[in-house]
């Protein structure tokens, strides 16, 4: 089983639409939480932290269930702009940062 | 804003050729990490300084690939010889001391083995 597991994808929605991507982790030690974008060709950036409380950034949302050992992150009025691949990705500890494979989402006009 | 640099950010190469990639943190980084990302896949950690000293390479290739960061600042990684399936992006990383939960990402390296 993959440490960091998410949703296929990829995800086509119209623009406007808002759209869900799941994770799941299963190091129960795991204890820091990233979703992190990267767009086509391109580095990964950094999207935003998640914390157990869910925490919010503008258009987007991300929530932690630590019981089940799953991560959402939530975006709402999809823009164009917003086009890439999401990765989840945890961390236990020292350990290094462990990546899921991502999620393509195209938003489509 | 300050920025990782990687170079070439192109290779081809033949298989059991050398090929040598390059890193220059962001100044003051004290943590560069070096990452393999396949087609399709996430980014896998190959090796991770501190200062000039290797913390994690247990998922380095040894037989082929080396890595280095002898002042503590740019970094080389190298593969020799290069095979079919080390085709992939080459990410480098940098952190601060205090802060290795955010990574900021070099361009990469892509590299091509034919």
């Given amino acids: 089983r993959k440490e960091v597991e998410q949703d296929p994808g990829p995800f086509n929605v119209p623009e406007g639409a808002t759209v869900a991507f799941n994770c799941t982790y299963s190091n129960s030690a795991s204890q820091s939480f990233f979703w992190y974008r990267q767009d086509c060709r391109k580095e990964p950036k950094l999207l935003m932290s998640v914390y157990s409380s869910g925490n919010e950034d503008g258009r987007f949302t991300a929530q932690l269930n630590r019981a089940s050992q799953y991560i959402s992150l939530l975006i709402r009025d999809s823009k164009l702009s917003d086009s890439a691949t999401y990765l989840c990705v945890v961390r236990a500890g020292n350990t290094p940062l462990v990546f899921g494979k991502g999620t393509r989402l195209s938003v489509i006009a | ?114």
């Fill in chain 2, 1 to 114: 804003e300050a920025e990782v640099a990687q170079s070439p950010r192109y290779k081809i190469t033949e298989k059991s050729q050398a090929v040598a990639f390059w890193c220059d943190p962001i100044s003051g980084h004290a943590t560069l990490y070096w990452y393999r990302q396949i087609l399709g896949q996430g980014p896998e950690l190959l090796v991770q300084f501190q200062d000039e000293s290797v913390v994690d390479d247990s998922q380095l290739p040894k037989d082929r690939f080396s890595a280095e960061r002898l002042k503590g600042v740019d970094s080389t990684l190298k593969i020799q010889p290069a095979e079919l399936g080390d085709s992939a992006m080459y990410l480098c990383a940098s952190s601060t001391r205090r802060g290795p939960e955010t990574q900021y990402f070099g361009p990469g390296t892509r590299l091509l083995v034919l």
